[in-house]
């Protein structure tokens, strides 16, 4: 995800000496590969603080029943947004990897490539 980041601001800096069309599209793909990897450990995080939080009220005996059942209930939805960014990144990760983006990215910065 943190190289990803730094790709995509590096294409970004010099973007205006490469065809805007190629970069362009190559900024396009990172960026929907980087949300993707971002709301999934979004979720992550969450999820573990809400386990934390759990934890904590259940030891200290301050999370009544109800409590604890919407942590459980909230726990669950976000497992399962988890769940679903985790099966759309190989489809975006295969976007990203395409081909042609192989090829956009070998023409356009392999030595003696052409901006």
């Known amino acids: 995800r943190i190289r990803g980041k730094k790709l ?18 190559l900024v396009a793909e990172l ?5 993707n990897l971002g ?5 992550q995080v969450q999820s573990r603080s809400l386990q934390g939080f ?15 059942l919407a ?6 939805h976000l497992d399962g947004g988890q769940a679903t960014d985790r099966s759309r990144f190989a489809k975006r990760f295969q ?5 042609e983006n192989r090829e956009t990215f070998a023409r356009l910065f392999s030595p003696g490539g052409a901006p």
């Open 8 to 25: 995509r601001y590096l294409l970004e800096f010099f973007r205006n000496l490469y065809s805007e069309e190629a970069i362009g599209r």
């Open 31 to 35: 960026k929907r590969l980087q949300d």
């Open 39 to 43: 709301d999934f450990n979004d979720y």
């Open 54 to 68: 759990a934890a904590e009220m259940a030891e200290q005996g301050s999370a009544p029943v109800r409590t604890q």
């Open 71 to 76: 942590m459980g209930r909230l726990l669950a």
């Open 95 to 99: 976007r990203f990897a395409s081909p």
